[in-house]
């Protein structure tokens, strides 16, 4: 071969390709020809290797593809796609890859929002990667907690502000909202989190009802977690934070620095550097910071241990895009009891967990009814499911987000929009996640695996994306009045029809679908690039060309040497070999070049046939090059170009992806309070709960129908409410004196009190998401925190008993508590021994209602009918009472009849709980309702149940009636003092013989 030629060697050939060309080649090595794609090239009489390209068949989307492009003047996106508009002045573009891509910033939760088609295309290695959520937790034994975590699919590292006097409770919190694979914590850690960590690790089955998944937990050092080695770490990050913080604080420090470089100090000085990292981050946050060192060390360990020093890939590898500060009460503060008590997520698992996926994707778990199940079938798109959870995890407690939604989704469930909204979630379907396909891209991955076609591999999921965006962002144009609601408008702003049109044209005039198809991977089409089509053109015209060679190689060879050689092939990479039959005694070829002045070098031997290298077919080699091998480095460097120019515009695709995704999510609630009717809420600033006609979601699905309720609570007015005049500051007085901060429910069991209390709670929640809520009207209030006593998570895995853990939840409650928050407790105390009981549930709820201005929202429901009675807790401004009405009569013939339940809130409070008629309908038997109800009279007639109770042995019976004999003698006799005479006559012996007589059986 000439030198100019790539390969020199017709086996085990040696590349000399450009590094480029190598390091993308390399970093996608499906890009490369298999075995099943190389074209081998023979002599029409015989053939010894099947084509390459076997007869497929061809989906219409990839002819219709191929129709297409060969229309040279028209640029256009495949038909199956919604056309797009030409970009007649195309951009030059340049041949690097861009530096740096926007990455979501609210992304708090494992990305399994991927593409499962463009998922399969990854390596095992590069999936882990890109789903990998690692996270650091340190807690101090006086309850001080720092965490930092880090996304590596948004490549973000967010730092916690630390939280003083915190608990379990709040780790609990964080592990769910961020749902990480790896946990680390140091080994100096408290035994309290330690050992609570290892029990939600991977190799200890999950409790029912729990919303995490396992993940890692790996002890490291404690001087990992030091604030001064964290806090270096930070300063090396080469980050990009203008635009993401306080940009006048910025251009502040910016100045100081410029003032200090004109005085000779360096501008990327350690002062400077920190200075610029104290306008982004919280340095004041000790523990987050030194978790935020133990995640950027155990990132620097994995890439030390998974890449080579000079591996390109370590470039793209878990790289940090940016670092946030976050707070925990931030929005709306939900914790795991609370979620699990309302069932506001709830996921079912396989009862086996042999049955159940090593990861989330493969845990075959499914949300239940829920109220997040309620709206995730609604979603279409993986990130607008994603961006849902997010919506549902995190309730705003910005008014003006949650003003924003709500006008949203009146806008789109208006009687002329209905069928569009429809429509428009149907065209969803439609949409991918750019993010794992742009992730795909960057990393070189273009052609699919074996459980993807090439329909479906990123080059088509991009076009598809932009053709299908940029349609759907027109049908958001055309709904009439969309140019005032804010989600739309944001939707319409984002999606840049112009990069979209260029990275739609770019695709399309590069990529040749159809013959991509045939030949398994990605190939360019013909006319983008003249030198390429003159390969293509030959290699194609190679049969008849080796007819020729094959036929001039037999007039020289002997007569008798013709029938052996058969034909003249060619192997892509072994280059142009002469075929001659095999000798089956010898196993040589029948002729291996007798009698001409060459050499002919057995190559190898297959199929009955052995392959030789001579001199004519050196001289091919020579002239011709290996074009197979030729082509499919151009097709490389080709496909490389496109990427780094489409790439050029990551940015866009995935901010695109972004908002859509968050379209989706809207859509998704709009959806759901049209099919089940509920309606919007009033928001406001003022710390009331005012319900009408409030229905609880899941509830009413369940039962042929259901009993509305209303609820007017009003918290704590504060000492001075934000922003408030003094004549709002009276209505809010006014408002909190009028209405009762706390409710104390009582009734019978199957009244419904629970049911009320999640329902209220629920219609907070789903105010503060945005959503409509199931209610004739309602006025919300903003609420920060919602804290419950209702469910006891009881597990073998926990060191707890059931009433240790509602204690738990009680304290939590009261150390959380604002005036802002609303409180749940349902039959708290019934754990313990009802006087302890009845105590603890007097001393919480007085508690509550002491705290004067700052008091929260509570409602409770309890059983302990003694602490009204005896008027422990009395009903004033701040506490009511109130109880669901039933209707009872005791001479209905049948049990079920004689208490009925009206599931209507009524003022003031129930006498009885009907305990022994509740057991009755729940198939007790009647001899032990019976003794029971004959019990409670005994009791209230203040009777010695010790005494009434007991029974006796036959033993003691004829004891006690011979007692009782001797008492009633006794009580008979008739004793008269005797003369002193007889005394003194008789002595002792007077007495004696009426003791026997009282004694004597016979008297």
């Not at 993940?215 to 490291?220: D, S, V």
């Not at 829920?370 to 279409?380: D, K, N, T, W």
């Not at 030729?630 to 097709?635: L, P, S, V």
């Not at 001075?720 to 209505?731: C, F, I, L, N, V």
Request: aromatic fraction near 6%.
């Amino acid at each position: 071969m000439p030198s100019n030629q790539r390969y020199q060697t017709p086996a085990g050939m040696s590349s000399g390709r450009s590094s480029r060309t190598q390091l993308f080649s390399q970093s996608s090595s499906l890009l490369v020809p298999s075995a099943s794609d190389r074209r081998v090239f023979s002599t029409p009489n015989q053939r010894h290797a099947a084509p390459a390209f076997p007869d497929s068949s061809r989906r219409d989307l990839s002819r219709d593809l191929s129709r297409a492009s060969s229309r040279a003047s028209a640029t256009q996106f495949d038909p199956s796609s919604p056309q797009l508009p030409p970009h007649s002045q195309r951009q030059r573009l340049s041949l690097r890859l861009p530096s740096s891509r926007a990455s979501s910033a609210n992304s708090s939760n494992r990305p399994n929002g991927h593409d499962p088609h463009i998922d399969d295309a990854l390596s095992t290695q590069d999936a882990d990667a890109l789903g990998e959520i690692i996270m650091a937790i340190d807690m101090k034994d006086n309850g001080n907690l720092g965490c930092a975590y880090y996304i590596a699919a948004d490549e973000t590292l967010f730092l916690l502000e630390d939280v003083a006097m915190s608990g379990i409770d709040l780790v609990e919190t964080l592990l769910l909202h961020v749902n990480p694979t790896t946990v680390l914590i140091s080994a100096r850690s408290s035994e309290t989190l330690a050992s609570y960590l290892a029990k939600g690790a991977q190799g200890v089955d999950g409790n029912q009802g729990d919303l995490r998944s396992a993940y890692i937990l790996r002890n490291i050092n404690s001087a990992d977690f030091r604030y001064e080695a964290g806090r270096e770490k930070l300063l090396g990050l080469n980050l990009e934070m203008p635009g993401r913080h306080n940009i006048l604080y910025t251009s502040v420090v910016d100045d100081v620095v410029d003032e200090m470089d004109e005085f000779g100090a360096q501008e990327n000085s350690r002062q400077a550097r920190l200075m610029r990292l104290g306008t982004s981050i919280n340095l004041d946050s000790r523990l987050t910071i030194g978790c935020a060192g133990a995640v950027l060390g155990d990132i620097q360990r994995r890439k030390t241990a998974q890449y080579l020093p000079n591996d390109p890939d370590a470039l793209v590898a878990f790289r940090i895009r940016s670092v946030e500060m976050f707070a925990l009460f931030d929005s709306m503060f939900i914790n795991a009891d609370t979620l699990v008590s309302l069932q506001i997520l709830q996921s079912e698992y396989h009862p086996n967990s042999h049955q159940r996926g090593p990861s989330n994707s493969a845990s075959g778990a499914k949300e239940s009814l829920s109220i997040y199940g309620l709206f995730q079938h609604l979603a279409r798109t993986p990130q607008g499911k994603l961006k849902l959870r997010q919506i549902f995890l995190r309730p705003s407690t910005d008014i003006d987000l949650i003003n924003t939604r709500q006008k949203t989704i009146s806008f789109l469930l208006r009687p002329g929009n209905a069928e569009i909204l429809v429509q428009l979630s149907n065209e969803l379907k439609k949409i991918k996640n750019m993010k794992s396909v742009t992730a795909l891209l960057e990393k070189g991955v273009d052609i699919p695996g074996q459980k993807i076609s090439i329909a479906s591999n990123v080059w088509a999921s991009i076009q598809r994306f932009a053709a299908y965006s940029l349609q759907l962002r027109d049908s958001l144009r055309t709904l009439p009045g969309a140019e005032v609601i804010t989600t739309i408008r944001k939707v319409i702003d984002v999606i840049q029809p112009q990069p979209l049109c260029q990275v739609g044209e770019l695709i399309s005039q590069t990529i040749d679908f159809e013959q991509s198809m045939e030949r398994g991977r990605t190939a360019v089409k013909h006319g983008v690039d003249p030198n390429l089509d003159e390969l293509k053109r030959s290699y194609d015209g190679m049969e008849h060309f080796l007819t020729n060679v094959i036929a001039r190689l037999r007039n020289e060879l002997p007569e008798w040497a013709r029938n052996y050689v058969q034909n003249c092939i060619f192997f892509p990479q072994l280059g142009f070999l002469t075929v001659v039959s095999v000798n089956p005694e010898t196993g040589k070829g029948n002729y291996d070049g007798e009698g001409l002045n060459d050499v002919w070098e057995r190559m190898f031997a297959a199929d009955g046939c052995v392959y030789y290298k001579n001199r004519q077919m050196k001289e091919m080699d020579e002239h011709f090059g290996d074009a197979y091998c030729m082509i499919i480095d151009r097709e490389i460097e080709i496909i490389h170009e496109l990427a780094v120019k489409v790439l050029a515009h990551q940015e866009v695709i995935i901010t695109a992806s972004d908002v859509l995704g968050e379209l989706d999510s809207i859509f998704a609630l709009a959806i759901g309070c049209g099919q089940y009717n509920w309606v919007a809420p009033k928001m406001t600033t003022q710390n009331i709960i005012h319900i009408e006609g409030g229905r609880h979601p899941l509830q009413e699905l369940v039962v042929p129908s259901f009993i509305a309720n209303n609820c007017y609570i009003a918290g704590g007015p504060g000492e001075q409410d934000e922003g408030a005049t003094s004549k709002s500051s009276a209505d809010i007085e006014r408002t909190s004196t009028e209405h009762p901060s706390t409710l104390i429910l009582t009734g019978p069991n199957h009244s419904g009190k629970s049911v009320y209390l999640k329902q209220v709670a629920l219609i907070v929640y789903l105010a503060h998401i945005g959503c409509f809520v199931p209610a004739e009207r309602a006025r919300i209030g903003i609420t920060d925190r919602i804290l419950t006593r209702i469910a006891t998570r009881e597990s073998v895995a926990k060191n707890e008993s059931a009433f240790s853990i509602d204690l738990r939840q009680v304290a939590f409650a009261m150390n959380f508590a604002t005036r802002r928050s609303l409180v749940l407790i349902d039959e708290f105390g019934k754990g313990t021994n009802s006087l302890d009981g009845a105590g603890l549930v007097t001393a919480v709820l007085d508690h509550f209602t002491s705290l004067g201005p700052e008091r929260p929202k509570v409602l409770a429901a309890t059983h302990f009918h003694e602490i009204f009675e005896s008027q422990f807790l009395v009903e004033g401004s701040a506490l009511a009472f109130g109880h669901m009405d039933v209707r009872v009569d005791f001479d209905a013939p049948t049990t079920e009849d004689q208490v009925t339940y009206l599931f209507q809130l009524a003022p003031g409070r129930s006498i009885s709980s009907f305990g022994s008629r509740c057991a009755a309908m729940n198939g007790i038997d009647q001899a032990v309702v019976e003794r029971a109800e004959s019990i409670m009279l005994m009791l209230v007639r203040n009777e010695d149940l010790e005494v009434v109770c007991s029974r006796l042995s036959d033993a003691e019976t004829r004891r006690l009636a011979e007692a009782e004999a001797v008492a009633r003698n006794f009580l008979q006799q008739d004793i008269k003092a005797p003369s002193i005479d007889r005394r003194q006559a008789e002595g002792g012996t007077l007495y004696q013989e009426y003791l026997e007589r009282i004694m004597s059986p016979d008297n």
